[in-house]
Nanobody, 125 residues
């Protein structure tokens, strides 16, 4: 069964850091286009960052310079390192396999499979 599971969320003060993990089962991530999305209360889900099968990356303007997407060499986990966190980063974060290539920072929400449960990130003092 192909599955992605998000973890690593939590409560952090503004200016802090978190690292989210996206673990795959049933396939290897490094042959896929993988993205992180987030959805804040009352808002639409938005693409945050993506990494292509070749390793190129893209970031939404709102997180550029603060977030870094990467994957481990085994191709089993994709990470989202988040720094200089702001209250507006508060959201449920999801990872997913993209149908389209990760070639721009306008990340389409067209994904393979279903959305997972996500991991809650709360930025608050």
């Amino acid at each position: 069964q192909l599955q992605l599971v998000e973890s690593g969320g939590g409560l952090v003060q503004p200016g802090g850091s978190l690292r989210l993990s996206c673990a795959a089962s049933g396939f290897t991530l490094n042959s896929n286009e993988i993205a992180w999305f987030r959805q804040a209360p009352g808002k639409a889900r938005e693409g945050v960052s993506c990494i292509s099968s070749s390793g190129s990356t893209n970031y939404a303007d709102s997180v550029k310079g603060r977030f870094t997407i990467s994957r481990d060499s085994a191709g089993n986990t994709v990470y989202l390192q988040m720094s200089s966190l702001k209250p507006e980063d508060t959201a449920v974060y999801y990872c997913a396999r993209l149908v389209q290539q990760c070639i721009t920072n306008r990340i389409s929400g067209l994904i393979y499979g279903k959305w997972g449960r996500g991991t809650q990130v709360t930025i608050s003092s």
